[in-house]
């Protein structure tokens, strides 16, 4: 899978706690993205960053933090966790500009309860 | 609003049988289609298409653009069980501060034996 990690693959959690995910290459491409998955909506974009320290949000930010201190790895923060949050979790990764192919990681499912 | 539509929503065929799966794209700043293949798991890649009328073929797969009617087909030919997943389309653009993909909300595809 192109060389794509995802920590946990697999969460149960609490209303109102803290969570982070965890993305991990090792192919050294310059982005990275955020998706969550969920019935009726498909891939939905929750943040991306574009290098180092530099990142962007997505269509479905509200309630997601994210930071990249290294090129390998991108992590995805639930400040406070919702029911709402519970999902699947997808990391993706590209070495070309948005907007053309990436690749994604096995995935995250994230249960709040 | 952007959007990306496919149809049919759910297919359900015989081994042997052709099928062809179809996305349409309403997207300002086109830069690419992609199709991804989803069997219970993380998104694979299968194809980008940047030109009309030029087809993209992988063993039984094929793919083709027409960026004038805004649409793409998937065709795959003699299906086998193992053709049984979600396929997504996804649409690339460019510009302002968030070039990405959207994506359709996919095409369930089974094949019977």
């Known amino acids: 899978d192109a060389g794509i990690t995802q920590s946990p693959r697999h969460k149960v959690t609490e209303t109102g706690t803290p969570v982070t995910l965890r993305c991990h290459q090792t192919?050294?491409?310059?982005?990275m993205y955020w998706y969550r998955q969920d019935p009726g909506h498909g891939l939905r974009l929750i943040h991306y960053s574009y290098g180092v320290k530099d990142t962007d949000k997505g269509e479905v930010s509200d309630g997601y933090s994210v930071s990249r201190s290294k090129t390998e790895d991108f992590l995805l923060t639930l400040e406070s966790a919702t029911s709402s949050q519970t999902s699947v979790y997808f990391c993706?990764?590209?070495?070309?500009?948005?907007?053309?192919?990436?690749?994604f990681g096995p995935g995250t499912r994230l249960t709040v309860t | 609003e952007d959007k990306v539509v496919q149809s049919p929503l759910s297919l359900v065929v015989h081994e042997g049988d052709t099928v062809t799966l179809n996305c349409s794209y309403e997207?300002?700043?086109?830069?690419?289609l992609l199709w991804y293949k989803q069997e219970k798991k993380a998104p694979t890649f299968l194809f980008m298409l940047?030109?009309?009328?030029i087809e993209k073929k992988s063993g039984r797969l094929s793919s083709i653009l027409d960026k004038k009617e805004l649409f793409s087909i998937l065709n795959i030919t003699a299906t086998q069980t193992g053709d049984s997943a979600v396929y997504l389309c996804a649409v690339g653009y460019y510009g302002g501060s968030q070039g990405n993909l959207i994506f359709g909300k996919g095409t369930k595809l089974s094949v019977k034996p």
């Open positions: 940047t030109s009309s009328g």
């Open positions: 993706a990764i590209s070495s070309r500009d948005p907007g053309y192919e990436q690749y």
């Open positions: 997207v300002t700043n086109f830069r690419s």
């Open positions: 192919e050294n491409h310059r982005y």
